[in-house]
């Protein structure tokens, strides 16, 4: 093969918006070393996913299928992977960075006796590979070397799941659509050492921060939890999920699930609307993917402004209130 291999993850018959990420990632490294991007989806019956994978600018799409992969194993997972990675010889293998993958990724690596760089945030001529340390307060960079396939799985938010394209070529060796090819791995029941069990199911009020294309994120600047509900009514205004940084779900005012951080979710919305949030570090890394920020806080020093594309300087009690009645007038 040698070029970029990208594996799509699917949860449910669904492909996660980080594996659309990964997939902009995967076209980026390879607009960068002009190398064809390839993809590949592990299971047992992934023909639509694979359909819907193929519209995609790749060169072509690998359906790793047998029966022991229809359940999620990491033994499975690993050793179907290793066994395709032989068999095509990728210079790069890049994966989302999810539980699935930071529970086989690192085995998978180790067959083949690589190093998984995981959880980069850029990608740079060389290239380079970013990684954030210090929950973000510092940046490595990293760059592999031997000979064998370099892995990397991209985070949650550092690349734009709409960067890839259905149409335009992510190099210039892609021209037509996405092959669709079929790999069976060598697999027997004896090798898979786990037993999977029911997937994990969160509770029916677990909100999905990561697919929410716009969201109202409110800090401390609310003063009190009889505040809430103002920034609610905007976030329902905007037709937004209702997100808060670390104090205000620590002291109880919203639901841990709706924290955006690095102890809470990363997410990567079209609209981040930061309000009374002096953007600490910590809140910092969950965000910083978003697609428009724009903070409201009365403190014109506050680091959040650092990252806003558009900030407004002023009382949150009354800059909402007028977002909110001019909104409400624009959608009359």
Not at 116 to 128: E, K, M, N
Not at 294 to 311: C, H, L, Q, R, S
Request: with cysteine.
């Amino acid at each position: 093969m040698s070029g970029i291999l990208v594996v799509v993850e699917q949860r449910a018959g669904r492909i996660a918006r980080i594996s659309w990420e990964a997939v902009a990632a995967a076209q980026h490294l390879g607009t960068q070393l002009s190398l064809p991007v390839s993809a590949v989806i592990v299971g047992a019956q992934t023909e639509a996913l694979t359909a819907e994978i193929a519209a995609k600018a790749l060169a072509e799409v690998v359906r790793v299928e047998h029966p022991l992969l229809a359940q999620y194993t990491s033994d499975g997972f690993s050793l179907s992977l290793h066994q395709l990675i032989q068999s095509e010889t990728p210079t790069y293998v890049v994966l989302p960075h999810t539980y699935q993958v930071r529970d086989y990724a690192p085995a998978l690596a180790a067959r083949l006796g690589q190093v998984l760089i995981s959880d980069v945030v850029a990608i740079a001529d060389g290239p380079v590979f970013t990684r954030q340390l210090l929950q973000g307060r510092l940046n490595g960079n990293y760059r592999p070397t031997g000979s064998g396939p370099g892995f990397v799985s991209v985070q949650a938010g550092a690349f734009r799941a709409e960067a890839a394209p259905n149409a335009a070529p992510a190099a210039p060796q892609i021209t037509t659509r996405a092959t669709i090819t079929t790999f069976t791995p060598t697999l027997d029941s004896a090798q898979i050492r786990t037993k999977p069990s029911e997937p994990y199911r969160g509770s029916s009020q677990t909100v999905d921060l990561g697919s929410a294309q716009r969201i109202v994120s409110v800090g401390r600047g609310i003063k009190g939890a009889e505040n809430i509900p103002l920034v609610q009514e905007l976030a329902t205004a905007l037709g937004a999920e209702l997100a808060a940084s670390r104090p205000i779900c620590g002291n109880g005012w919203l639901p841990m699930e709706r924290q955006v951080g690095s102890s809470g979710q990363t997410v990567s919305p079209k609209l981040y609307l930061a309000v009374g949030i002096s953007g600490a570090i910590q809140h910092l890394v969950g965000m910083k993917g978003s697609q428009c920020i724009v903070a409201i806080n009365k403190d014109p020093d506050a680091p959040i402004f650092e990252v806003a594309d558009y900030g407004i300087v002023g009382d949150l009690f009354e800059v909402v209130p007028a977002l909110i009645e001019a909104i409400k007038a624009a959608t009359q």
